[in-house]
């Protein structure tokens, strides 16, 4: 089973789509691995049974990683029954996967050719498999080039090489390729077309449910490099109470100051270094998402205070609803309900206690945010509860959903993630207290307005001013705010950004 799995079946597969053969087409470096693993990653997510079947490994573990780039060329005769040998060892083994009960296979490959799309068409209808072609184009050479050296480099080819080596030796294994590449004319079979990794989708002879979340996946997709980042929210006053939507503790406004400060002396330190190296890769705006809820968004307020950094709402974002658990202690929850922690303990992803949310239903309403994180070329920093980031975590390492609970996502900690073809790199960061000499005790207007201008609530107020205006500025709050219940509190506005 998978985090946002629809249904499950005896077979394994979902019963309204039939078995998909995505055929990838294009020349190298164009993204098709990127794509693929991604498309595989999104798919498995969904509960598909999915897997990729790379002509590139293949041929490492037929003949090894030591080949010159004339292997590759068509006009090679010397090659070609080896070539052939590796692409038919391939495409066999992903046949036979279909027969085993797979869904969606996704053959990696360069398949540049008339004849060998025909060839492939043909065979997997023969074994009621459809086919779908998915076909890179790309004519910009800053794509490209930065393909090459943030995936290429990286594979098992170039293990040991110098850069500038590398990408020579990759760009005329290109060469070789160019002149016998036939991009899909026959309007018969079904296609998409990729122009430039996203500038441009052309679609054509496409039906079905899966074939369709297939391309609105690819509608939202990039292969440019960036960085997502991941930060618990501050403490708020009151930890217990989800139905209260408490405002952010003095300690949790300390938090989110200090994590304004760690994540912007990093990236400042990360840009110089890579302005040292000469890098070709530019440095990127820092985007910011946030819940709705009080602690999330007071949390990201702290960095309203430069104009270049956009933070947003994200309803979607907000942590999973405790139900009746709501303001239980652990232990009171096992003594109240029983039997409800026994079925939590034998299924703790899709278990849901009464009126509550489950993380499978967490994981489900978060499609919305990962086909957004997709699209989303910026760096994102997501200020949200442990629950939401561990089913995100999740997402971007394929992890399967019996994993997704026992994450830990500590506190004070920032995770830097940085998405590529092969897999996904982390780094942790914990989050130094630089602030120990400021009395955020005494910060009231500040917090007041960096939380967008929505005063706390007056049974908090006494815990933002100093004790001999408690009494005053609550009469003042009384009379000027009117108080909003609970229910108000929690309808969720539609997404925005903040706004001084």
Known sequence: MFPGQLYKTESGRLFHAGAIAIVFVG???????????????????????????????????????????????PANASTADLRRKIADACHEDMVQWFAAGGQVGILDGSNTTEERRKELAEHFKSVGVNCLFIESICDNPQIIDANIR??????????????????DDFNRRIQNHVPYYKTITDLSQSFVKLINVGEKIVVNNVHGFLQSKIVYYLMNLHICPRKIYFARNGTSL??????????????????????KNFILTLRENQALAMQQANSVEAPRPLTVWTSSRKRSYQTAAHFLDHSEIAVRHRTVLAERNPGVCDQLSPEEIQQKYPDECLRANNDPYRHRFPRAESYYDL???????????????????????????????????????????????????????????????????VIPDSLASINWQ????TFLTLAGKIPASPMFMDHYLPDEDNQEAQDDVAGTTPIVSHQDETVQEPESTFTL
């Open 27 to 73: 020349l190298p470096a164009r993204g098709k691995t990127h794509v693929s693993r991604a498309l595989s990653r999104y798919l498995r997510w969904l509960g598909v049974r999915t897997k990729v079947f790379s002509v590139g490994n293949y041929r490492r573990r037929i003949i090894g990683v030591e080949v010159t780039n004339d292997f590759f060329s």
């Open 150 to 167: 943030g995936v290429k480099l990286s594979s098992p080819d170039y293990v040991g090489w110098q850069d500038a080596d590398a990408v």
């Open 238 to 259: 009151d930890e217990r109470s989800y139905k209260a939507d408490a405002p952010l503790a003095p300690i949790g406004h300390r938090y989110a100051e200090n994590l």
């Open 363 to 429: 994981a489900n309403r978060l499609e919305k945010v990962i086909l957004e994180l997709e699209r989303e070329k910026n760096d994102v920093l997501i200020i949200t509860h442990e629950s939401v980031i561990k089913c995100l975590y999740g997402y971007l390492f394929g992890l399967p959903e019996r994993d997704i609970p026992s994450l830990e996502i500590p506190e004070n900690t920032l995770l830097e993630l940085v998405p590529a073809a092969y897999t996904t790199e982390e780094t942790r960061h």
């Open 442 to 445: 005494l910060q009231a207007d």
